[in-house]
């Protein structure tokens, strides 16, 4: 089962624009990582944050965590058409090893 | 450093054959992890591999099963195949598959049952 549930499912911006996607988790996580898929291709990772972390930079991406409210969400600055593609937030809950839990993902499409 | 890399890229089997895929994780990465994405089902864990032993699995039917040997490169095997199985498969390594390491995925296989 998903424990992640991404909002919104689908967005649609114009170049130049701003993009915010959240995330809602369920169970206590010791990170959330947000990744990238371009059509249907591997996953591209984008950011870590830790659960002792509120807010991580990388570039154009801005990430917030709330542990309290179990959310995250992810800012892309002055989005592109390269940007276009499908978002996903993924929890990892495990105590040992790995085992991350991925959301539905938020299809974005930055109109040129 | 080379990513993830998985072989084959494509894949077409019939019903009930068996089908194995290939992982090499990036290079000094020992965490290997293997997930099944769907579009009805989304992204699902399958199992982790951490120094050739299985520390983590996912629910899947024991049709799936995985190894990984002493280089860190990871196969996993789907017996008696079912049309459902159809699906990228991705695998992910990572240093060490602990909390606080990213997760980087390969260009996944992309299985077609028919």
């Known amino acids: 089962s998903q424990q992640g549930e991404e909002d919104p499912q689908a967005l649609s911006i114009q170049e130049g624009e701003n993009a915010t996607m959240n995330c809602s988790y369920k169970?206590?996580?010791?990170?959330l990582q947000w990744y990238r898929q371009n059509s249907g291709r591997g996953l591209v990772h984008l950011i870590l944050?830790?659960?002792?972390?509120r807010e991580k930079h990388s570039g154009r991406l801005r990430v917030t965590l709330d542990t309290s409210k179990k959310s995250s969400s992810l800012l892309i600055t002055a989005s592109r058409a390269a940007d276009t593609a499908s978002y996903f937030c993924?929890?990892?809950?495990?105590?040992?090893?790995?085992?991350?839990?991925f959301g539905e993902g938020t299809q974005l499409t930055v109109n040129p | 450093k080379a990513g993830v890399t998985q072989t084959p890229r494509y894949l077409i089997k019939t019903r009930g054959q068996q089908v194995t895929l290939s992982c090499s994780p990036i290079?000094?990465?020992?965490?290997v992890s293997w997930y099944q994405q769907t579009p009805g089902q989304g992204l699902q864990f399958l199992f982790e591999?951490?120094?050739?032993?299985?520390?983590n699995k996912g629910n899947f039917p024991g049709r799936f099963s995985g190894r990984q040997f002493s280089n860190s490169r990871s196969e996993m095997n789907v017996s008696t195949l079912e049309l459902g199985d159809s699906a990228l498969y991705l695998c992910?390594?990572?240093?060490?598959?602990?909390?606080?390491?990213?997760?980087?995925f390969g260009p996944g296989t992309r299985l077609t049952v028919t």
């Open positions: 992910a390594s990572s240093l060490r598959g602990d909390r606080g390491y990213e997760q980087y």
């Open positions: 169970t206590s996580i010791n990170n």
């Open positions: 944050i830790r659960s002792n972390e």
């Open positions: 993924a929890t990892d809950a495990g105590t040992s090893g790995s085992r991350l839990t």
């Open positions: 290079s000094g990465h020992r965490s």
């Open positions: 591999y951490f120094s050739e032993t299985q520390r």
